[in-house]
């Protein structure tokens, strides 16, 4: 994402596809480094959804193969995403201290992308309170293994009753064909 008057940027194309996968000129000054932090923004944010959403699933015994599956059949499963977890997925956590290393410093780098998104937030009225407690979560996302589906033995880890099942739940709170809520007085 390059930002600057055109014709700059078209002096330095030759030298940046060199170095880059995609080229954009974003337009002046300041407009390319915003587009970056909102990119930023979206990329840290999916990836911390995703380590989120796997401990519940693993916790109610869904692999993570089968979490993957359902994950990119639905579009949340961004490239990404999938080289993290995969990679997390398929090596044993302390391992490969290098990976553990590379790791532990991108967290680094996903803090100071979800900061720079935190200060600039301020000016545009953003509300930065998610925000905050995405960058929180980076770093555990980041260093941590993946959680592993729970074996169910005797029930460990299943739903236990509707209090718990929010499917359960929601299908009790709509009456049946015919009937009204109880709640609902008759007439209204």
Known sequence: MQRGETHDVQRARAAIE???????HMGPLGVGMAAKI????????RMVVCAQAITPAAHYGASYEKLRHVLAANGNLTPTVAALFDGKHISLFAADAARDLFLANHAGIGEKDLKLVI???GATGLSVAMISETRDLVRAMMTRPL????PHAAGAGRWVNAQQDPVTAARSAVPAAG???ASRPAGK
């Open 18 to 24: 060199a170095i880059s996968t995609d080229f954009g």
């Open 38 to 45: 909102a990119n930023n923004l979206v990329t840290w944010t």
């Open 119 to 121: 200060d600039s937030g």
């Open 147 to 150: 959680p592993q589906a729970a």
């Open 179 to 181: 009937q009204r809520a």
